[in-house]
């Protein structure tokens, strides 16, 4: 069963725009909750990560938003570059056994066009 | 520094055909993990390692065996091919504990069974 829905599936951007990625859960239990930028033919990478006793957390042009009683995280990135152009996945980890087992999103396709 | 490390790159079976992905990692990581990645459906985990020693079943299990003898090495068995397991398979490892939990994914297997 899904327990991480992400949303949009994708979603194209013009350069210099805002780019929103939405995720919401379900299990209360997550404890921390990574992003994940992947290119082509590439693993995916960690990008930014937020535990849930903070609403916000900034690194350089992407910020992690989040809002632990709608259980919804977002990424947002600032002055989005052609660069940008990935499939982004949002991710959560359990709070007590699975080790550092992670639930994945399904994945947005980001575009950033000039 | 290799990081994750996964053989091949690329493989064609035919239905009914065995195999081994390899999957080693030089970061003394405790975690290890393989996921599979099919288009709209995200990262979903096959199996997954806390330890030498230790494995567990993830979401998506059947058709696939792991053994961990080491702390480097975790590679994923596929019994008997079919074209269902066609897809991209990717191999990470985390630490267990701490405040680090980011994975480091392997560059991915990519699996067609005919």
């Known amino acids: 069963q899904q327990q991480v829905k992400q949303s949009p599936q994708s979603l194209i951007v013009q350069k210099g725009g805002i780019s929103i990625i939405n995720c919401a859960y379900e299990?209360?239990?997550?404890?921390?909750f990574p992003w994940y930028q992947q290119f082509p033919g590439k693993g995916p990478a960690l990008l930014i990560a937020i535990r849930p006793d903070v609403s916000e957390k900034k690194e350089g042009r992407f910020t992690i938003s989040f809002n632990k009683s709608a259980k919804q995280f977002s990424l947002h990135i600032m002055d989005s570059q052609p660069g940008d152009s990935a499939t982004y996945f949002c991710a959560a980890k359990g709070k007590t056994g699975g080790g550092n087992k992670l639930t994945f999103g399904t994945g947005t396709q980001l575009k950033v066009e000039l | 520094n290799a990081g994750v490390t996964q053989t091949p790159k690329f493989q064609v079976l035919k239905t009914g055909q065995s195999m081994t992905l390899q999957c080693a990692q030089d970061?003394?990581?405790?975690?290890m993990s393989w996921y599979r990645q099919d288009p709209g459906m995200g990262l979903r985990l096959i199996h997954y390692s806390v330890g030498a020693g230790i494995t567990d079943q993830g979401e998506v299990p059947n058709g696939y065996n792991v053994s961990r003898s080491t702390t480097e090495d975790f590679p994923l068995r596929l019994l008997s091919a079919a074209p269902s397991q066609t897809s991209v398979y990717f191999c990470?490892?985390?630490?267990?504990?701490?405040?680090?939990?980011?994975?480091?994914f392997g560059s991915g297997t990519r699996l067609t069974v005919v």
């Open positions: 299990n209360t239990a997550f404890d921390y």
């Open positions: 990470a490892s985390s630490y267990s504990r701490g405040m680090n939990y980011g994975y480091t």
């Open positions: 970061m003394n990581h405790e975690y």
